[in-house]
């Protein structure tokens, strides 16, 4: 998180470099493809099209957006702290958890009390995860990098524990909890389109993603226009001065995890109340982890990690519609991915900087001495 | 009572299968850390050394062919981590998951182009893998009371890797507080400018010290996949690697707590696997995940103090810049 603000012009800074370090990442995936013996151009094509091709596959393509808007989100409201929350996916975990206890045990109520309760549900839930991790940091001194990858597999033990002993249908062979009655399930757009006459194929793509937009403006007016944003940014860029200047570290560093964690869990409501309807073992499928990429891409922005989001919710998606047509290419090269773009963008974020302040410094003599 | 005699060492014997992997990682941690690098990459090292060693001993059919690739593999991928924590001075933790996250996606997709298994490698036939060694008289000591079994199965019979780990150990404690490659590597974890102003590099110091964590990050895979496993699995590693780093910081970033801590875990996981769906008396079924849980949460209580202090190197995760 080295920003040296005043070096480069904001456009190169926000646009230039972050394109550069996904150039980068895309060059070296391509790179695999041809080691795979297949042709990356075309690959890319299958890609595109796979993601932005047709109806069903944009509706797929914004359904793994949301997630990935959720987790973005969370891992930069920590990162704008400070703190580096690898914990989205235990947090996710648990978010869905308490969305899935809502739908189970509450679902006799009205669609318009359920909705309100389970977003409290995982807001609580994912919150709760992250802020225990948040308090060992600052009232104990322990690393929250450490505390939440050892919370993620707490996460996973517990809710294998409960689906497994306690939250399984009964006569159900897998372990997963029964189907939420209908008044439960959060429409899908395709539903709530077609009942104002618009016809749209398809796909999981529910309120969720709505309400990930909305999550995002409330995040940017939370850290840019409040003082309590304004007070938790200067705990992440100097300890000393918000002490000075008589704001609480540790309360700051709590309050960010917990936020933090409860955007994870809204990824339960999209997963579990908007797409699967009922609770399932390991439903957040790496999303947590994902989130880490798209806020090093979004640079920790809300408007950049809805486009970054879309990048991803385009790879998740036409990743798995390429592995069916090219069939050397498995699924998992979208995961390669992901990860040189968290490389590129974000441990390697400092490789391509030099030149290019090099380049700007010798066009814009004027400028630079100035 | 020979009965539970018999038991106990089937449960020793299994924590030492357990835990060799995660020695030879909590010890790979332990240079990195030690120079002052954090690690959170040992579980994707273990996983690209899992799959190189696998694949490489099923085409040449020679485990040690395989070895050596998992430890080159291992080593390269240490060096993409050096390079973005100590060249280009770049997040650390972020390096370590992204090196993570990519070994989790490329090596079930190599496996998957290259041998066409949905993410497996061919299962290895007899000598591409490191099979148990029998020690010499273990058979003909068996019949002595008490000693003779614990020889035979306990001490014998294990694979080369095993031995290697055990071996490890108090190498490393030789190395880390008995040689001046040692001392320097402690020294720049704690206080680089210091190092460096007696004239030795800080770069090539963690440079090194990576090094030698890729060796046996390197190990540790190959032993996942080529001994203790007859093939690479999707994600066979399965958080051994951030198992062994929280062993390392249950040991205090020391060579032989670290080893403890390494066999506490492994035994409750050799313990797990014994109850499973077994009733206990007095408390019942125990739920398995429960035990399973217990590594992280007791390391999570002695990060917050709760049990003991783990005092981090103190220069770690901070890149060394050179005063100009």
Redesign the interface.
Same mark, same amino acid.
């Given at each position: 998180?080295?920003a040296r603000r005043g070096e480069l012009p904001g456009w190169v800074d926000l646009g230039l470099l972050p394109l550069l370090n996904l150039l980068a990442a895309f060059v070296v995936s391509g790179l695999?493809v041809v080691?795979?013996?297949e042709n990356p151009f075309r690959a890319v094509e299958l890609l595109v099209w796979g993601a932005f091709g047709y109806g069903e596959a944009i509706g797929y393509t914004l359904f793994y957006a949301t997630n990935f808007i959720f987790t973005g989100l969370a891992v930069a409201i920590a990162f704008h702290c400070g703190l580096?929350n690898?914990g989205g996916e235990g947090q996710a975990y648990l978010g869905g958890l308490g969305v899935g206890l809502v739908g189970l045990y509450l679902g006799f109520l009205p669609f318009a009390l359920i909705l309100p309760l389970a977003v409290l549900a995982a807001a609580l839930f994912g919150g709760f995860w992250a802020f225990v991790p948040g308090w060992?940091q600052a009232r104990?001194?322990?690393?929250v990098?450490?505390?939440t990858?050892?919370?993620n597999?707490?996460a996973a033990?517990?809710m294998?524990?409960l689906l497994?002993?306690v939250l399984i249908a009964p006569g159900q062979q897998g372990p997963e909890s029964a189907t939420f009655a209908e008044n439960a399930w959060l429409p899908q757009l395709h539903d709530l389109l077609e009942a104002v006459g618009i016809e749209i194929p398809f796909s999981p793509l529910n309120l969720s993603f709505v309400f990930g937009l909305l999550c995002c403006l409330l995040l940017w007016v939370f850290v840019w226009q409040t003082r309590w944003g304004y007070a938790l940014r200067v705990v992440g860029q100097n300890e000393a001065a918000a002490v000075y200047g008589g704001i609480s570290p540790a309360r700051q560093i709590m309050l960010a995890m917990t936020i933090s964690g409860a955007l994870a869990g809204f990824v339960g409501l999209n997963e579990i109340m908007g797409a699967q309807h009922r609770l399932i073992l390991g439903f957040t499928g790496?999303y947590g982890?994902v989130g880490?990429a798209v806020a090093?891409m979004g640079r920790n922005h809300p408007v950049g990690i809805v486009l970054a989001a879309l990048l991803f919710g385009a790879l998740y998606q036409g990743g798995s519609e390429l592995s069916f047509d090219m069939p050397?290419?498995?699924r998992?090269?979208?995961?390669?991915?992901?990860?040189?773009v968290?490389?590129f963008a974000?441990?390697?974020?400092?490789?391509f900087r030099p030149y290019v302040v090099a380049l700007f410094a010798r066009r814009l003599p004027a400028e630079a001495v100035a | 009572m020979d009965q539970i005699f018999l038991q106990t060492l089937l449960l020793t014997d299994s924590t030492l299968r357990l835990a060799a992997p995660l020695v030879l990682a909590a010890l790979a941690g332990l240079f990195a850390e030690r120079s002052g690098v954090?690690d959170?990459a040992l579980e994707g090292k273990m996983l690209g050394g899992a799959f190189a060693a696998a694949a490489t001993a099923a085409v040449t059919g020679s485990a040690w062919i395989g070895l050596l690739a998992a430890i080159g593999f291992s080593i390269g991928l240490a060096m /993409?981590h050096g390079? %973005?924590?100590i060249t +280009?001075?770049?997040?650390?933790? /972020?390096?370590g998951? %992204?090196?993570?996250? +990519?070994?989790?996606?490329?090596a079930?997709?190599?496996a998957?182009?290259w041998f066409g298994q949905a993410?497996r490698t061919p299962l290895l036939g007899e000598g591409a893998r490191f099979t148990p060694i029998s020690l010499p008289f273990a058979e003909t000591l068996r019949g002595v009371p008490v000693l003779g079994p614990i020889y035979a199965e306990l001490i014998s019979g294990h694979n080369i890797l095993v031995y290697a780990a055990a071996a490890a150990v108090p190498l490393v404690a030789w190395i880390v507080y008995r040689t001046r490659f040692g001392l320097r590597l402690r020294a720049v974890g704690e206080n680089p400018s210091a190092v460096d102003t007696a004239g030795i590099s800080v770069t090539a110091m963690r440079y090194q010290a990576l090094i030698v964590t890729g060796v046996l990050c390197g190990i540790a895979g190959a032993y996942l996949s080529t001994a203790h496993n007859a093939s690479f699995i999707r994600d066979m590693t399965a958080?051994k690697g951030?198992l062994a780093?929280?062993a390392l910081?249950f040991g205090k970033w020391r060579p032989v707590p670290a080893l403890c801590a390494c066999l506490l875990f492994a035994f409750t996981d050799a313990v797990q696997i014994r109850l499973q769906g077994t009733s206990l008396p007095l408390i019942g079924t125990v739920?398995t995940?429960?035990i399973?849980?217990l590594p992280?949460?007791l390391?999570?209580l002695l990060?917050?103090?709760?049990v003991g202090r783990a005092v981090?190197p103190k220069a770690i995760g901070t890149p060394y810049v050179k005063e100009r």
């Open positions: 998180m080295i695999i080691l795979l013996g580096f690898i060992l104990r001194g322990s690393h990098v450490i505390t990858i050892m919370f597999f707490i033990a517990l294998t524990y497994v002993n790496g982890f880490i090093l050397r290419i498995s998992d090269w979208v995961v390669v991915i992901q990860g040189l968290i490389l974000g441990a390697l974020e400092n490789l | 954090v959170i /993409v390079f %973005a924590c +280009t001075r770049g997040n650390q933790v /972020v390096s998951m %992204a090196l993570n996250i +990519t070994v989790a996606g490329l079930p997709t190599l998957d182009a993410g958080g951030y780093l929280a910081i739920p995940q429960a399973q849980s992280y949460i390391t999570v990060l917050a103090g709760f981090a």
